[in-house]
Structure formats: structure tokens, C-alpha cells
């Protein structure tokens, strides 16, 4: 697929076949979340692919849907390494956003391949926390599920162009 036909047909993913991801494409968009950029190459960023069969009702603790728990076959979350990420000169921590970039390298690969994705950032972090066995100093910052999908696109209502974009001045 042209990248340009990628980021045009990627959409949130509500609803997902249990068919199994084959081991070689899972592995290729997982490479795509490591090989993100990071503020100063530090790589503050982790994954955790939690397979779902099994783990429905501990999944819904984190966040409550079936689309979410018991429909894709895995489930990722991004994290961020709290002491890893880089810190601009006027304080901004750049970590959320190297999670960020990663995450959305792995949905585009993940569209790419042919998968389903829904950026999920209205979880419940605690409850990810403790179900996904995070230490201390590693914050989950959004999630998705992976899998096939197995409804149709909605339409996307976007902005135009020039209400986003600004040549040389705001």
C-alpha cells in the first residue's frame, strides 16, 4: 500500500474477528514501535502485547468494552520510562511524546498489514498498572487493540487545510 493510501484508510477500529495475527506480521509492527524516533535516541518507550484469550474480565478493569476485552486477540499498551525520557532546556519532558510517535508508527504499520487499531488514552491507569505488572517508574500512556477488523470505516470529519496549517506566522 502507497503510505499516502495508509494514513488515508486508517481508522478507529470498533469492532474485531478473534482470528490470530500470524506471528510475522505481529512481528513486523511491533519493529515499527521500535524503530520510532526519541528525543535524543534516549527510547523511553516500552510495549506490553497482552493476548486476550483468558484475560477478558482483567482487561475490562483497564477499560470497559468488549470491543476492547474479548473481541481482538491482543492488546497493546504503550508506556513510557519515566527516568529514560529527554527534558528540553525549559523543563517540557518529551517522553509522552516519543510514546506517542511510537504508537502511532505501530498503527500505521498495523493499517499497512492489513489490522485493526483504536488509540485509547481514556483508560484506567491504576488498573493497567497493577494488571499489566508495571513498575514504579513505567507509566501507561495509551493502548490499543490489534486485530482484524471487522466493521466498515465511519467518515472522518476533518478540518480544512488552511485552519490547521500556517506558512511562516501563525
Not at 518507550?45 to 468494552?65: C, F, K, M, P, S
Not at 499498551?77 to 525520557?85: G, H
Not at 488498573?127 to 471487522?150: H, S
Request: glycine fraction near 6%; charge should be neutral.
Amino acid at each position: 500500500m502507497e503510505f499516502s493510501d495508509v494514513i488515508r484508510s486508517r481508522y478507529s477500529v470498533r469492532a474485531y474477528s478473534s482470528r490470530d495475527i500470524p506471528r510475522d506480521v505481529l512481528d513486523r509492527v511491533l519493529e515499527a514501535f521500535v524503530l520510532a524516533p526519541t528525543a535524543a535516541n534516549r527510547q523511553p518507550i516500552g510495549l506490553v502485547v497482552v493476548r486476550t484469550e483468558g484475560r477478558e474480565d482483567e482487561l475490562r478493569r483497564i477499560y470497559n468494552a468488549d470491543w476492547f476485552a474479548s473481541q481482538p486477540p491482543i492488546v497493546l499498551a504503550a508506556c513510557l520510562i519515566k527516568d529514560k525520557c529527554w527534558t528540553r532546556r525549559d523543563g517540557k519532558k518529551y517522553g509522552d511524546i516519543d510514546v506517542a510517535i511510537a504508537m502511532d508508527h505501530l498503527i500505521l504499520s498495523a493499517t499497512n498489514e492489513g489490522l485493526g487499531t483504536c488509540w485509547i488514552g481514556a483508560f484506567d491507569p491504576d488498573a493497567a498498572r497493577e494488571v499489566l505488572g508495571l513498575p514504579d517508574n513505567v507509566e501507561p500512556i495509551a493502548l490499543t487493540p490489534l486485530g482484524y477488523a471487522t466493521d466498515s470505516p465511519r467518515r472522518k470529519l476533518r478540518k480544512p487545510i488552511d485552519q490547521i496549517i500556517h506558512y511562516d506566522r501563525w
